[in-house]
Nanobody, 114 residues
Framework: QVQFVESGGGLVQPGGSLRLSCAAS????????LAWYRQAPGRQRELVARITRFGSVIYADSVKGRFIISRDNSMSTVFLQMNSLTPEDTAVYYC????????WGKGTLVIVSS
């Protein structure tokens, strides 16, 4: 069964940094595009960043230059380094494939607040 387990969220002050991790299991994800999504309160889930097996990346305009996505194919793990965080980055962050599979993890909550 496919599973995504996200971790690394927390409370951080504006301008701070966090590193999120996601372990994917249940199939061989090495050939999939992996991605991070987020859902802020009262808003729809949105794509934040995605990365191919070869390391090619695409970011949402709102995070470009601040977030860095990376992956470890051998471990089916994807990371999101988030820098210069703002309150607008407050959301539950999820990982999945791109396009997303039907299965979603519980996500990890990021709160940016002073």
């Amino acid at each position: 069964q496919v599973q995504f387990v996200e971790s690394g969220g927390g409370l951080v002050q504006p301008g701070g940094s966090l590193r999120l991790s996601c372990a994917a299991s249940g199939t061989d994800f090495s050939s999939y595009i992996l991605a991070w999504y987020r859902q802020a309160p009262g808003r729809q889930r949105e794509l934040v960043a995605r990365i191919t097996r070869f390391g090619s990346v695409i970011y949402a305009d709102s995070v470009k230059g601040r977030f860095i996505i990376s992956r470890d194919n051998s471990m089916s793990t994807v990371f999101l380094q988030m820098n210069s965080l703002t309150p607008e980055d407050t959301a539950v962050y999820y990982c999945n494939t791109f396009p997303a599979m039907a299965y979603w993890g519980k996500g990890t909550l990021v709160i940016v607040s002073s």
